[in-house]
């Protein structure tokens, strides 16, 4: 079980041959690494299936190698977007192995052994997340790395300090870790070392990053959507090619905004990020990185609050409207996109 979806292994991935998954979207949802929160967001699970199903379909058009199959109709059929007659919330694809680095103490801190992820290794997720950034929204990490000094505008290609808001030139490539208990952001050289990528491998991730950044901002435009961020999970297959795993073009992987106004997970991070638990989980992410806990979540001193229930009903029609508007499909009977919109404009200001 994830945090917001399920996984059923129809058939096991062998060291040299991908198996067959499913994965069952349910309507949790997660914020800041935390897991499971308290309580659903009505339509969502559904809503994440038919978008990250329309995308992948898309991609596989443009000649991206996906590991997607198709999704699973209430007959147990696997069948295309269009085939289906209604919504569902499971999605077939093909598995890969999952190996994930050992964690040790290493004077005083937590580190992660990778050095079985060789350039020889096939058939496996590359346990990373490959981040492209096409603008940068308020609440984007940039802002507070730079400030902390863990990035620089060198290494981001900026010639000056960005303003919440800012569309870039050019998008910034960003990678950061996937397996690990936080995700920690890395240089593409730490990347290349850990996940065994070779240098043509490396190019050929960025190579790939740049076009399924297209076809998604090309979906969200349909929708009036500007796609300011998101991220993409890669895996190699049996013959180590590259394909695009997980999902993909989602409110959930993608900071899309409207007219400035976020339309994403972003929604509930800025409610809790005024809650005291965000400050508990940020001072509990940093003790453990100093004393080298592993589950930080166990130190951390309060537990996350519910969402505010007319919040949590915006959101969950902004999931199912999204849905209807980026597939062109009127999959969920909701409200139209601009009027879920402007209700939560009206909640907001």
Request: with cysteine; net charge neutral; hydrophobic share 35%.
């Amino acid at each position: 079980m994830g945090s917001v979806k399920d996984l059923e292994i129809v058939k096991k991935p062998t060291e040299n041959a991908m198996g067959v998954g499913r994965f069952h979207f349910s309507d949790r949802y997660s914020v800041f690494d935390w897991g499971e929160m308290p309580d659903n967001i009505d339509g969502k699970g559904a809503a994440l299936c038919m978008m990250g199903a329309y995308c992948f379909e898309r991609l596989e058009e443009k000649g991206i190698k996906t590991h997607y199959r198709g999704l699973v109709s209430t007959d147990d059929k696997v069948v295309a977007f269009d085939e289906l007659k209604q919504p569902t919330s499971i999605m077939e694809f093909n598995l890969v192995n999952v190996y994930k680095p050992k964690a040790y103490k290493e004077n005083g801190k937590l580190v992660y052994d990778y050095s079985f992820f060789t350039t020889a290794l096939r058939n496996y997720l590359i346990p990373l997340e490959i981040i492209y950034r096409n603008g940068l929204p308020e609440g984007s990490s940039i802002f507070k790395r730079l400030e902390q000094g863990t990035i620089t505008l060198q290494e981001l290609g900026l010639d000056h300090n960005p303003k919440p808001g800012e569309k870039l030139a050019k998008p910034i490539f960003d990678v950061s870790t996937k397996l690990e208990e936080s995700d920690r952001y890395l240089t593409w050289k730490e990347a290349k070392r850990i996940a065994g990528l070779t240098d043509g491998k490396v190019a050929a991730v960025r190579e790939v990053l740049l076009r399924a950044n297209n076809v998604i901002s090309e979906i969200a435009a349909v929708a009036q959507l500007e796609n300011e961020d998101g991220k993409i999970e890669l895996a190699f297959d049996s013959e180590r090619k590259l394909m695009i795993v997980d999902i993909v073009g989602t409110l959930d992987e993608c900071r899309f905004t409207y007219k400035g106004l976020h339309v994403s997970k972003e929604v509930a991070r800025q409610f809790y990020r005024k809650t005291e638990w965000y400050s508990d989980v940020e001072n509990a992410k940093k003790t453990a990185e100093k004393q080298g806990i592993k589950d930080w979540k166990r130190i951390c001193k309060s537990q996350p609050p519910r969402l505010d229930p007319q919040l949590r009903m915006i959101i969950s029609e902004m999931y199912m409207a999204a849905a209807n508007e980026l597939t062109r499909h009127r999959l969920f009977d909701v409200s139209r996109f601009v009027e879920v919109i402007k209700k939560y404009r009206g909640y907001v200001s």
